[in-house]
């Protein structure tokens, strides 16, 4: 017989049908934090990356992913709400941009692209 998987009894837990106990929930604690503290490593890295690569402009990162700095600084400050902490969207602009937004788009923002589907012949 197989040992049930984390998901496993977190859903059977949740259900009612059975019970943990305080080492398991310990368990699930340490697993909870471990996880957490390895997606702030990657959300870290992540801001790092971007920051190492200020030539990759926003409208390039939303134009293939879908999401660009502004997306993370909404997504951080919605977080950070959710957890009772107030952020104004400058302040959580700045963290993702490492300074204030209007000072990184002096320095790093290039000027929109030509749309070509607008040039005339």
């Given at each position: 017989?197989?040992?049930?998987?984390?998901?496993?009894?977190?859903?059977?837990?949740?259900?009612?049908?059975?019970?943990?106990?305080?080492?398991?929930?310990?368990?699930?604690?340490?697993?909870?934090?471990?996880?957490?503290?390895?997606?702030?490593?990657?959300?870290?890295?992540?801001?790092?990356?971007?920051?190492?690569?200020?030539?990759?402009?926003?409208?390039?990162?939303?134009?293939?992913?879908?999401?660009?700095?502004?997306?993370?600084?909404?997504?951080?400050?919605?977080?950070?709400?959710?957890?009772?902490v107030t952020l104004?969207?400058?302040?959580?602009?700045?963290?993702?941009?490492?300074?204030?937004?209007?000072?990184?788009?002096?320095?790093?923002?290039?000027?929109?692209?030509?749309?070509?589907?607008?040039?005339?012949?």
């Open positions: 017989m197989r040992e049930a998987t984390f998901d496993e009894v977190a859903f059977l837990v949740a259900a009612g049908y059975c019970e943990t106990t305080r080492e398991e929930n310990d368990m699930s604690d340490e697993a909870n934090n471990t996880n957490e503290a390895i997606e702030a490593a990657t959300f870290r890295r992540l801001l790092a990356h971007l920051e190492a690569h200020k030539e990759v402009q926003n409208i390039d990162l939303m134009n293939l992913a879908a999401f660009c700095r502004n997306c993370l600084a909404k997504w951080y400050r919605a977080a950070a709400d959710e957890r009772g104004s969207d400058p302040e959580a602009r700045e963290r993702i941009y490492g300074m204030p937004y209007p000072e990184w788009k002096a320095l790093y923002q290039s000027e929109k692209p030509a749309d070509p589907t607008n040039s005339k012949p």
